[in-house]
DNA sequence: TGAAAAAACTGATCTAGATCAGTTTTTTCA
DNA sequence: TGAAAAAACTGATCTAGATCAGTTTTTTCA
């Protein structure tokens, strides 16, 4: 039963994205003349679903989030750290369309990267492509493990991979400042503000967790890997 | 709004695998030496969650599906028709292993090719590892659509989705004779076998559907769509 | 071909988590 | 800096769908 150890909701993937390093000098510098710096504020559009792709975003500081849209209600599919790519699911579209939307949780800077570009460098470059294939392969089983775990686990074991989750790979500690609101984060495990509320005074009164404002520790990290399994 | 009628929680995407017809003849041969026909009969297993993948799967014909398994319940990632890959996610790992299980719906017939000669073949030609990206993409894409749906729509929302999948996708015609158990047919859909007897019932009895053993016939499938668009 | 097993079906009950309708605390900003 | 807005929180109620405990029908196979 190891292998299901790995399932958990977590939205961050820990791959590294190094594709750029296989370019050659010549697809270094035409990736460089078209591609754009944009800085976008915390909580600003990166990209619209639905609305023309023109470009392969590669984030290069902040933090944002991929989602799905809806009429009512969304889908949040990943988080992205500073270094990660979004947009890559245009790369097969005849039609260049974003196929999710993606929103900056901090002040972020992004490199915007000509899709054509990209798209010639991939049919180009063989080892570049193989290393798209690698984040594609990390990221459908990131989907998978998140998917899997928003249908079979209990809302309980899915706040706890998320409070995992920012405590291990996003924070890197143990206490970390959550600068997410109770709806973002009930966003982000797919269950409702109020619960969320609940669940995390739960945690707070079983001693797994300390909150004071914004501030969250996390002092029982066992049995919240437990929670997470289990729940 | 428009984008939205794309988002189903079918399993089965309309992509036709075109990868090997930009291998050069030494590497078609390289693929034809490194590969074993074998047949798998009804319900067999064709790969095994966590254990080793040296092979790359190729459907040629017959009916599977691909699917993560827990302890005591699963999730049905998506239906592979003739002319599918199995077990991509592979490539990227160290480890070789497989991250899903895969059973044969019906007797079927696969191609396992080396995974090895698979990955030197990718990095060494930038169209066939362009034209994988291209199925990696709709994958995600057709993973993303299931997992909004099934977080978000209710269940006769779900059941109307995999019924006008089945018989547009699959079979081809409004009238099909299900070689799936109502079991099957839950797992597919994500809910309890009980619920999808009563809802097939009451589709029948508003007369979206005939049913006659194992015959199905879709009579109304404009009303399908819409209870799979706003369900 | 007929007994046993499996699948299909039915009705009753239960429950996780959403929704609703507020109150209290914190943040924002003129 | 203090009024208004937003966020956090609380308790009560509701509901979609699961679970349970059967019965009936179909399939399997000795």
Same mark, same amino acid.
């Given at each position: 039963m190891k292998y299901l150890n790995a399932l958990n909701s977590c939205t961050v993937s820990n791959a590294k994205c190094i594709c750029f390093d296989f370019l050659t000098p010549e697809q270094q510098e035409l990736i460089n003349q078209n591609s754009t710096d944009v800085r976008f504020k915390k909580g600003e559009n990166i990209c619209k679903h639905g609305t023309l792709s023109p470009h392969i975003i590669y984030l290069k500081s902040g933090l944002a989030k991929i989602f799905m849209e809806g009429l009512n209600e969304s889908l949040i599919l990943k988080i992205?750290?500073?270094?990660?790519l979004i947009g890559l699911t245009s790369l097969r579209d005849g039609n @260049? /369309? !974003?196929h999710y939307s993606s929103m900056a949780y901090m002040d972020s800077e992004a490199? *915007?990267? =000509?899709i054509d570009v990209f798209r010639k &460098? &991939? @049919? +180009? #470059? %063989? $080892? !570049? %492509?193989?290393s798209i294939i690698d984040i594609l392969? +990390? #990221?459908?089983l990131q989907t998978f493990g998140r998917f899997f775990c928003f249908t079979h686990k209990q809302l309980y074991g899915r706040l706890a991979d998320i409070l995992l989750c920012l405590s291990e790979r996003i924070f $890197? +500690? =143990?206490e970390f400042e959550l600068n997410l609101s /109770? $709806? +973002? *984060? %009930?966003e982000l495990t797919g269950m409702s503000t109020e619960s969320v509320i609940r669940m995390l005074k739960k945690f707070k009164d079983d001693q797994i967790i300390q909150m004071e404002g914004k501030k969250i520790r996390i002092t029982d990290a066992q049995l919240l890997k437990k929670i997470s399994e289990y729940g």
């Amino acid at each position: 039963m190891k292998y299901l150890n790995a399932l958990n909701s977590c939205t961050v993937s820990n791959a590294k994205c190094i594709c750029f390093d296989f370019l050659t000098p010549e697809q270094q510098e035409l990736i460089n003349q078209n591609s754009t710096d944009v800085r976008f504020k915390k909580g600003e559009n990166i990209c619209k679903h639905g609305t023309l792709s023109p470009h392969i975003i590669y984030l290069k500081s902040g933090l944002a989030k991929i989602f799905m849209e809806g009429l009512n209600e969304s889908l949040i599919l990943k988080i992205i750290p500073p270094g990660n790519l979004i947009g890559l699911t245009s790369l097969r579209d005849g039609n @260049n /369309r !974003f196929h999710y939307s993606s929103m900056a949780y901090m002040d972020s800077e992004a490199t *915007l990267i =000509d899709i054509d570009v990209f798209r010639k &460098i &991939i @049919n +180009e #470059n %063989a $080892k !570049f %492509a193989s290393s798209i294939i690698d984040i594609l392969c +990390e #990221n459908s089983l990131q989907t998978f493990g998140r998917f899997f775990c928003f249908t079979h686990k209990q809302l309980y074991g899915r706040l706890a991979d998320i409070l995992l989750c920012l405590s291990e790979r996003i924070f $890197k +500690e =143990d206490e970390f400042e959550l600068n997410l609101s /109770r $709806k +973002e *984060l %009930a966003e982000l495990t797919g269950m409702s503000t109020e619960s969320v509320i609940r669940m995390l005074k739960k945690f707070k009164d079983d001693q797994i967790i300390q909150m004071e404002g914004k501030k969250i520790r996390i002092t029982d990290a066992q049995l919240l890997k437990k929670i997470s399994e289990y729940g």
